[in-house]
């Protein structure tokens, strides 16, 4: 095995020794500059879903992104996954589910205002995947965090979504739009942002929206079933997709942010949680229920395509990668 | 947390209890029925990279795919990797380089006669990609297995790059291309098979090849260096592709089949290994040092889009998938 030495891996391109080439080589071709669209399809039961990512959000990290983590121990980890360690990567994936009779979005992304930033790419994954916005029939909300809601608003504030009912979890509705819950937060502050957003995202339409109950244990649409995972904010929801025996858990933000860090390391807090104790518990208890039914996740901070089974370890989970599947 | 019970996330979906919806539904969209084109760029310095899939081929599982490992030592290692136990998924994944003033294909595909077992995608994923067939200047076969050649003709026989200058490792010519070998090779053998196929593939155009040493430390095209990586077949190569600082191996089939059983069972040697013990051995040391050089490498035979990192463990190897990116 002569052929294998560090020498000639590390070799350099800058030396110029290739082979000359006999035949002439064409005009050369431009570089395509830009990534295939960003969707992914699968069947479960008679359903089809598709993983429709809304971007990335690239952070320099100058900062810890967890509440009771040091930065250090942060860039260990991304570096231990070959991730930079001064970069963070934020993924943002809602959910398309078509049932054979309704086409139901799960969350909307970061909406047009976030184009500069690298999101609000929904709409135009959608239309890769040939799915007419005007064809959805209903948007379920997991939480009011905006990079869930602000994209059911196109950039001249009408609704992206138009034909569609809108449904949000009756908890969540209860405490962003509580006026004292308002005023206690600093003005400038994310909690005053996200208050305003959610203001300014339902303003109009506050009296058309369908309020839901996460933890009534009742499906909300044909075979979608809502799971309290409250502690991210107080109305969090995940919810259970089934069709026939087959099974997909959406989990929303149960780890946000760059959600593998939380998912290897339960018991670090991301800064997004609203209440980090709750946050850990509901993490915890919930991703021992996912092992132990060995039940797909479509995370919505994970990675492109989003779907992963999770693995506990002794120190908490691990993501296995489903299989891309080419055909459905 | 009341909301999350084992009973909530088992429950049928048998159960109608979702609400009713105000809003009338749209006539029933339908259901797309197919994946995503199944293409992915990334950059290497100045060289923009497509990774496509040319499909998979999902084979029954009723014998072991290994040459020492019993079926059940691999079935038990796919449920470990939430796959099925009954059933194994072979990817095929050939790398288009665009270096800026040529466009430089890495292996061709299953080609035509293989559409009917869900591979010979290539061409399409090429389309998808907005790649013509007639732009690609050269063509850089690794080894002469048949998923890595068939591709090199269309389904009339005609040339499927016909601009392409066809480079070929000249161990792998010299060995295929001896009529004692393959008059030693059982009729109706896969040796006998890939012998033939060879021929029926270079029939005509054996005189217009380009070999190339996959030994000689010596770029083959610029930023292009093969490295021997024999084993897998007696010629069979890898490759550094590297522009500036950026580097990227197209390791080829160093682990073929379903390739992560053999990153991580290194030991474990893959039933088209031709020479079984150096195979093993290229394997190793190869990982050894993709690992030691924190290097990407996109295998032939990986899931999807084919990009991981080799990370070493205390019994092989594991991949650490490099995170999708949206932009280039």
């Known amino acids: 095995m002569t052929g294998i030495s560090r020498r000639a891996m590390l070799a350099s391109v800058t ?17 395509a500059g830009k990534q295939a669209p960003a ?3 699968y069947k479960i039961g008679d359903f089809e879903l598709t ?4 971007g990335v959000r690239r952070t320099k990290l100058t900062a810890s992104p967890s509440r009771n983590t040091p930065l250090e121990a942060i860039q260990a980890e991304l570096e231990k996954s070959f991730l930079p360690r001064d970069e963070i990567f934020f993924y943002f994936h809602p959910a398309l589910v078509n049932t054979g009779k309704k086409l139901i979005l799960i969350d909307t992304g970061n909406g047009p205002n976030s184009i500069a930033s690298g999101t609000g790419q929904l709409p135009a994954n959608l239309q890769a995947a ?9 948007v379920i909300i997991s939480h009011f965090h905006g990079d869930h809601i602000s ?16 449904m949000v979890p009756q908890a969540e509705w209860n405490y962003w739009m509580d006026e004292g819950n308002m005023s206690r937060a600093a003005d400038g502050s994310p909690a005053m942002n996200t208050h305003r957003n959610i203001r300014r995202i339902f303003a109009d339409i506050a009296g058309k929206l369908t309020k839901y109950d ?36 959406y989990q929303a933000d149960v780890t946000s942010g760059f959600a593998q860090l939380y998912v290897v390391n339960p018991g670090w807090h991301p800064g997004g949680d609203m209440d980090a104790a709750k946050g850990e518990e509901t993490r915890r208890r919930f ?39 080419p055909a459905l």
């Not at 994209?151 to 809108?166: Q, W």
């Open 15 to 31: 030396s110029a020794a290739f082979l000359p080439t006999t035949v002439p080589a064409n005009a050369a071709a431009p570089l």
């Open 130 to 138: 040939g799915v007419d916005a005007a064809a959805i029939d209903t």
């Open 51 to 54: 993983a429709l990512l809304d």
């Open 287 to 325: 991703y021992d229920m996912l092992a132990a039914e060995r039940m797909l996740v479509s995370g919505y901070h994970f990675t492109f395509p989003s779907l992963n089974y999770i693995e506990k370890t002794a120190s908490g989970y691990r993501l296995a990668a489903a299989p891309w599947n």
């Open 151 to 166: 994209g059911l608003r196109n950039a001249d504030g009408s609704l992206a979504y138009p034909n569609a009912e809108i």
């Open 214 to 249: 996460s933890g009534g244990g009742k499906e909300i649409q044909p075979g979608i079933m809502p799971i309290d995972t409250s502690g991210h904010t107080p109305g969090h929801t995940s919810f259970i997709i089934s069709s026939g025996k087959d099974k997909v858990c």
């Open 39 to 41: 969707f992914y399809r």
